[in-house]
């Protein structure tokens, strides 16, 4: 079973658009952190959440972490080729392990 | 921001060989350091905790003996493969966080390929 749901995992959309990545639990996490890797690459820091109901914006991204603290969306508006990447969800469970839960990742394809 | 590296950024070896990947901490002290594999179009898979100074901690189906895990010091963890095969070949990343259950900030990767 997976901890952390992670939806959609394939996703291609024209520039200009908007799309919502879902993040989803049925555990609490003390923190959430979503990430962008490249290939080849190591995954680079976007944001880390950590209150319920918390919101977030990074330019033209949003990010929601719920107010249980199960669930955390990445909303991006008028998507550009450069946002093109895999966008990673990951969660340090209450009372857990050292360590994240990752999210198998929202491959995000974005076409000129 | 924190920044952590990593050693080499890709290695080609033989079958049976022994390969050491190092991951530093360059801004910050690192009371603990993650190891984790992926493979193409997949997410991370955690392989190992290490905590300065004590032993790591292996996930479950992560053979201890195989990836030998050191945190000598609070900027410095390697990782070796030891005996590397062919189904070893991976993408290994380190990820690095200044206290337990923080922030981890990603080391770039390497690419391991076993002939």
């Known amino acids: 079973t997976q901890l952390l749901e992670q939806s959609p995992q394939f996703l291609s959309i024209q520039e200009g658009e908007n799309l919502t990545v879902y993040c989803n639990s049925s555990s609490v996490f003390s923190s959430l952190q979503w990430y962008r890797q490249e290939p080849g690459e190591g995954p680079v820091l976007l944001v880390t959440?950590?209150?319920?109901?918390e919101v977030k914006k990074l330019k033209r991204l949003t990010f929601q972490f719920g107010d249980a603290r199960k669930d955390s969306s990445l909303h991006i508006t008028a998507a550009q080729p450069g946002d093109t990447g895999l966008y990673l969800c990951?969660?340090?469970?209450?009372?857990?392990?050292?360590?994240?839960?990752f999210g198998k990742g929202t491959h995000l394809i974005i076409q000129p | 921001g924190a920044v952590v590296s990593q050693h080499p950024s890709w290695v080609i070896c033989k079958s049976g060989t022994s390969v050491k990947i190092e991951c530093r901490s360059l801004d910050f002290q690192a009371t603990t350091m993650f190891w984790y594999r992926q493979f193409p179009k997949q997410s991370l898979m955690l392989m190992a905790t290490s905590n300065e100074g004590s032993k790591a901690t292996y996930e479950q189906g992560v053979e201890k003996d195989k990836f030998l895990i050191n945190h000598a010091s609070l900027t410095l963890s390697t990782l070796t493969v030891t005996s590397a095969h062919p189904e070893d070949s991976s993408f290994y990343i380190c990820s690095a966080s200044g206290t337990r259950t923080d922030t981890q900030y990603f080391g770039p990767g390497t690419r391991l390929t076993v002939l």
């Open positions: 990951a969660g340090a469970m209450v009372g857990g392990a050292d360590g994240l839960t």
């Open positions: 959440v950590v209150t319920g109901g």
